[in-house]
């Protein structure tokens, strides 16, 4: 893919710039020369955002709604500088994201715990408050009317409590954000997509992960919009392999209930291995050391985020 590419449907794929080429995205919905953004990205982003939307001859003006499917800072630390870009956008999320964005210090309070405070500036940059009053809450079900056409919200827990989809009511098809895990572009192989579960360091859920895909699963889309990274095809298919690899973590973090202090790099190689063994079998041609490199930051994750929820378990 490109750093900003037609996904057919008006639905454009724009590259955030986070990290690394083609790991996050921000994708616009254009109807009648009206727009919707779905997710942000952080720092640096609007510009790109803006780029974007000289190539389609539309202006800030034209952005009617920002919409994050949740408040991870990789997908809205930029909600606060497009709010401010874009005059008449409302910005839609998740209720129990909602106070996050009105008032950013708790989250910023968090990932500064688990990264430090200069990475997060290099990493996010500022984060900005929004106006309470331009908050549209994304509860399950309700509709957003961007120029006739519907863009629904679904409430989809399981990576993150606060975490929501949105299916676009022209193609059927639906921005996952977080929750149909990671589809990075490096991995593409004989124009098949590689596909790896994402937990969370606090609220992964696998139980709710379950139910979410299924979810999605029965709207019957023919395409999914991913943040890590947009378009992936075969959706069926890989519901079915990341229901088998949520098992899989889970019972890795299992078996590495009573390790006490060593739980975290114990799971995070059993995360490894997994994720090789993955590659192989899908027979991708990266070497393994490359493979790592793409996902180092998604084991620490997902490792973090299984010590976690062993801790909740009775």
């Keep these: 893919m490109n750093a900003f590419e037609c996904l057919g449907h008006d639905i454009y794929a724009v590259d955030a710039g986070y990290v690394r080429p083609l790991l996050a995205a921000i994708h616009l919905v254009v109807e009648n020369g009206r727009v919707a953004i779905v997710d942000t990205g952080s720092k640096g982003a609007l510009e790109r955002t803006l780029d974007a939307l000289k190539i ?168 999914l919009y991913l943040t890590h990274y947009s378009e992936v095809r075969e959706v069926a298919a890989k519901a079915a392999r990341l229901h088998g690899l949520i098992e899989k973590h889970v019972s890795i973090a299992r078996s590495e209930r009573n390790a006490g202090d060593e739980r975290y790099p114990r799971i995070r190689a059993g995360l490894v291995d997994l994720l090789l063994d993955e590659v192989r079998r899908f027979g991708c041609r990266l070497s393994p050391t490359r493979v790592l490199e793409l996902f180092a930051t998604d084991l620490d994750l997902n490792a973090q985020g299984l010590v976690v929820w062993l801790d909740t378990q009775s």
């Design 56 to 223: 389609l001859r539309l202006t800030a003006a034209s952005v009617d709604y920002v919409m994050l499917t949740h408040v991870h800072l990789d997908h809205a630390g930029g909600a606060g500088q497009m709010m401010q870009a874009f005059p008449q956008a409302r910005l839609v999320v998740h209720p129990r994201g909602a106070p996050h964005m009105i008032d950013p210090s708790r989250l910023l309070a968090g990932v500064t715990a688990v990264y430090g405070a200069a990475e997060v500036v290099r990493l996010y940059g500022k984060i900005l408050p929004i106006e309470e009053q331009r908050i549209i809450l994304a509860t399950h079900g309700s509709r957003v009317d961007l120029a006739g056409r519907e863009l629904l919200c679904l409430d989809t827990p399981g990576h993150a409590r606060h975490h929501v989809c949105v299916r676009d009511g022209r193609s059927g098809n639906i921005f996952t954000g977080d929750i149909f895990g990671l589809s990075y572009r490096e991995l593409d192989t004989d124009g098949r997509q590689f596909i790896f579960p994402t937990t969370t360091p606090v609220q992964f859920d696998p139980a709710a992960m379950h139910a979410s895909l299924d979810l999605l699963m029965g709207l019957r889309p023919s395409a």
